[in-house]
């Protein structure tokens, strides 16, 4: 079992920065995706980095500003979040997954945080 909390977080003007705070409990080896979902739309896929921290796959909508990143000691996966949009505003999820790479299908994640909710004003 592994347990997920997100942090991090808040109302940003446009062009700012966030960095959100995903905190892993339990067995803790997977890949760690992140994803968000805005009112009336389908989970979007925006990053993920593998079991072993090498390698990361980012949706075009946000390659360039958001990275993942990890600190095995502390069992947390960040997302930083750069040159932030209104179009960004969602709630943002973190996910783990078994396969050795993840995936950009949320439905190849075997646990979810609950979210935590991310509001760029313009």
């Known amino acids: 079992q592994v347990q997920l909390v997100e942090s991090g977080g808040g109302l940003v003007q446009a062009g700012g920065s966030l960095r959100l705070s995903c905190a892993a409990s339990g067995r803790t080896f997977y890949a760690m995706g992140w994803f968000r979902q805005a009112p009336g739309k389908e989970r979007e896929f925006l990053g993920v980095l593998s079991r072993g921290g090498t390698t990361t796959d980012y949706a075009d909508s946000v390659s360039g500003r958001f990275t993942i990143s990890r600190d095995n000691a502390k069992n947390t996966v960040y997302l930083q979040m750069n040159s932030l949009k209104p179009e960004d505003t969602a709630v943002y999820y973190c996910?783990?997954?078994?396969?050795?790479?993840?995936?950009?299908?949320?439905?190849?994640?075997?646990?979810w945080g609950q979210g935590t909710q991310v509001t760029v004003s313009s």
């Open positions: 996910a783990a997954s078994n396969s050795p790479y993840g995936s950009r299908r949320p439905g190849e994640y075997d646990y």
